[in-house]
């Protein structure tokens, strides 16, 4: 018998036509909220954001700006993950603060760690943490995915939009944030004619080394 969450993964595909009349219950938004929440990022400083986009004239705007993709409008749930530009001196001191409270620390007990990052974090310049920070959003993406197919949502990942013009309709700019990648969470239409093609992927071969 094939593992379930092999079946899970084999069940999902890229959504193109959400059937908008079927809505994610509070539970299950819950999960996937917590998926997101306890993704692995680089020491933990989870440095962005998924907005829950429910306003209909946002979603609107958006999907103006996303090549015109229906999934936008029509999906329960419209995630926007979005990557702060820059870490400073603050947001260690503030994570600190955070492990300090989370394991029953004294701040003091934490300062090696927040030294430690930092001094890595210090040399790098700005256009270095933007990359960085959008890429612990992919984890969180796919920690996304996985849980909502293992609870037979559906999903959409999303990189066709503008992304200076998310920015501006979210106001993302000037609170030091910008649009990383989206998710669309919701019902597969019926009438979607995707979710019958055969997934096409690499061969074993060519995908995986041992060496
Ligand atoms: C980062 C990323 C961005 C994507 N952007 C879009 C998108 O904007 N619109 C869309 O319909 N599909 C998008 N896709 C879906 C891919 O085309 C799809 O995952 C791929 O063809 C594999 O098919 P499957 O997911 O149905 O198995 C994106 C996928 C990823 C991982």
Redesign the pocket.
């Known amino acids: 018998m094939k593992n379930t969450i092999i079946k899970a993964l084999e069940w999902r ?2 959504v ?1 036509k959400y059937d908008a009349s079927k809505k994610i219950t509070e539970d299950n938004l819950q999960i996937l909220k917590d998926s997101i929440r306890l993704a692995p990022t680089s020491y933990g400083l989870q440095p962005f954001k998924a907005i829950f986009i429910e306003d209909e004239k946002i979603r609107e705007q958006l999907k103006g700006k996303s090549w015109g ?1 229906t999934q936008v409008i029509d999906a329960s749930h419209l995630v926007v993950f979005v990557a702060q530009k820059q870490i400073s001196i603050a947001d260690v001191d503030a994570y600190m603060q955070n492990v300090a409270n989370s394991r029953g620390l004294k701040i003091e007990q934490t300062t090696g760690f927040g030294d430690y990052i930092k001094s890595s974090i210090a040399p790098m310049t700005e256009a270095q943490f933007m990359p960085w920070n959008v890429k612990q959003t992919y984890i969180a993406l796919g920690m996304l995915m996985q849980t909502a197919a293992e609870l037979r949502i559906d999903t ?5 939009f503008e992304t200076e013009a998310y920015d501006q309709i979210l106001g993302l700019t000037e609170q030091g944030y910008t649009t990383a ?1 989206v998710c669309a969470l919701g019902f597969r239409h019926a009438e979607d004619g995707n979710q019958h093609q055969a ?1 096409v992927r690499k061969s074993e071969e060519e995908l995986f080394q041992t060496i």
């Open positions: 595909y890229a193109k993709q959409t990942p999303m990189e066709g990648v997934k």
